[in-house]
């Protein structure tokens, strides 16, 4: 089993800045892709990026260039780093984890952009 805990949610304003962090632990041996997922009210949650083992990564076209994802292997964590958020970012952010055939959910942080 694995567990994920994120953290680094809030309330911004359009433009500014924030970092998602997600720490596994449990049994953490061999974790492979690493990712941030997110579910705004009344969507599907979707892909916002995602990091391998050996740090090759994919971003949804919505965040390139804005969004960077991120993982320390040895403290199990992977990040995100928003910048220039926008309102359509608002959404309850999810980390996610897979190891072998096994997909693992974090509880989810929500990120707010206002205006």
């Known amino acids: 089993q694995v567990q994920l805990v994120e953290s680094g949610g809030g309330l911004v304003q359009a433009g500014e800045s924030l970092r998602l962090s997600c720490v596994a632990s449990?049994?953490?041996?061999?974790?492979?892709?690493m990712a941030w997922y997110r579910q705004a009210p009344g969507k599907q949650r979707e892909l916002v990026a995602r990091i391998l083992s050996g740090g090759i990564t994919n971003y949804a076209d919505s965040v390139k260039g804005r969004f960077s994802i991120s993982r320390d292997n040895a403290k199990n964590t992977v990040y995100l780093q928003m910048n220039n958020l926008k309102l359509e970012d608002t959404a309850v952010y999810y980390c996610?984890?897979?190891?072998?055939?096994?997909?693992?959910w974090g509880q989810g942080t929500q990120v707010t952009v206002s205006s």
């Open positions: 996610n984890v897979q190891k072998w055939t096994l997909d693992y």
């Open positions: 449990g049994s953490t041996f061999d974790i492979g892709p």
